[in-house]
């Protein structure tokens, strides 16, 4: 399908119904209720060109402008259908004197009704102690692929895994 009119129109049209509606709301609406499992994925977007705008910050190599984004994705027909997303910088992390931490406990919190006894399906930037904790907690049953060769030690010192 081809829109009438340039790109820039389009992009505008976009921009106006993004304004106007709410992302996350639609983007609940594809959840696969028969899913076996959800995932969670943090990435980066970068934003070069974004030098005023007060969400952006700096990404992980500490000079590019951008953010992060935590999707969170159903599995279907050996694709990811994102339903669900948290966005967060290093600026809104400073403003707030805060941490990810904060936020990716929002996505999950927010998410933890449609997931029911269904994992939590995370990539190695969740390994932290605090995180893992707290999905405890919260009875979230979770699974978080490691980093071949990573190494765990138990209370004692004692290398596990």
């Given amino acids: ?29 594809l ?34 402008s951008g953010y992060w984004l935590l999707i969170l994705a159903t599995p279907y027909q050996w694709r990811a259908i994102p339903c669900h997303f948290v966005s967060y910088s290093s600026a809104i992390i400073g403003a707030e004197v805060s941490s990810r931490n904060r936020y990716h406990y929002q996505a999950f919190a927010e998410v933890k009704e449609l997931l029911g006894e269904k994992p939590l399906v995370l990539d190695r930037e969740f390994s932290y ?15 978080i ?8 030690f138990d209370q004692e010192g004692k290398q596990v895994l």
Avoid at 129 to 143: D, G, R, T, W
Wanted: contains cysteine; negative net charge; aromatic residues 10%.
């Fill in 1 to 29: 399908m081809k829109w009438p009119g340039n790109e820039s129109a389009s992009y505008k049209c976009i921009q106006r119904f993004t304004a106007e509606a709410s992302l996350k709301s639609i983007l609940l609406r």
């Fill in 31 to 64: 959840y696969q209720e028969e899913a076996p499992f959800l995932i969670g994925d943090p990435t980066e977007m970068p934003r070069p060109d974004a030098k005023k705008t007060e969400y952006v910050g700096t990404l992980s190599d500490g000079q590019t």
């Fill in 129 to 143: 102690l605090e995180l893992m904790q707290a999905l405890v907690i919260e009875e979230v049953n979770f699974v």
């Fill in 145 to 152: 692929r490691l980093k071949l060769g990573a190494h765990f």
